[in-house]
């Protein structure tokens, strides 16, 4: 008999899915407690809470943090379009603001 873990119970390679905010967000939107902007402001505050505690510089890693949280709201409330919107801005945010910065290097090295 194998046991598989259920979302959220930290199967993804020790990624922020069990963040409190996080876990709280799920709660509410499983039980459908929120309207969709309440949706979007949770997801705002819960991806900024994963941020801030992914360890390290490393875009890939928080791009990779913020995706398996993303995944996870998602699928908690898969008919709440907002949540899944909120995770896709954040994600463009993140590789834009990489972008820029990896740009000002080189040309502050050139």
């Given at each position: 008999v194998t046991h598989s873990k259920m979302p959220g119970e930290g199967g993804e390679r020790g990624t922020n899915v069990d963040n409190q905010m996080v876990q709280d967000l799920i709660n509410k939107l499983k039980r459908r407690q929120l309207n969709?902007?309440?949706?979007?402001?949770?997801?705002?505050?819960?991806?900024?809470?994963?941020?801030?505690?992914?360890?390290?510089?490393?875009?890939?890693?928080?791009?990779?943090?913020?995706?398996?949280?993303?995944?996870?709201?998602?699928?908690?409330?898969?008919?709440?379009?907002?949540?899944?919107?909120m995770v896709r801005r954040i994600l463009f945010i993140i590789r834009e603001e990489y972008e820029t910065q990896a740009a000002s290097g080189e040309s502050a090295a050139g």
């Open positions: 969709s902007k309440e949706c979007a402001v949770g997801t705002v505050e819960a991806l900024r809470s994963v941020i801030g505690s992914t360890k390290g510089n490393n875009p890939a890693r928080i791009l990779e943090e913020v995706r398996a949280v993303g995944r996870e709201l998602v699928r908690a409330q898969p008919t709440e379009l907002t949540v899944g919107n």
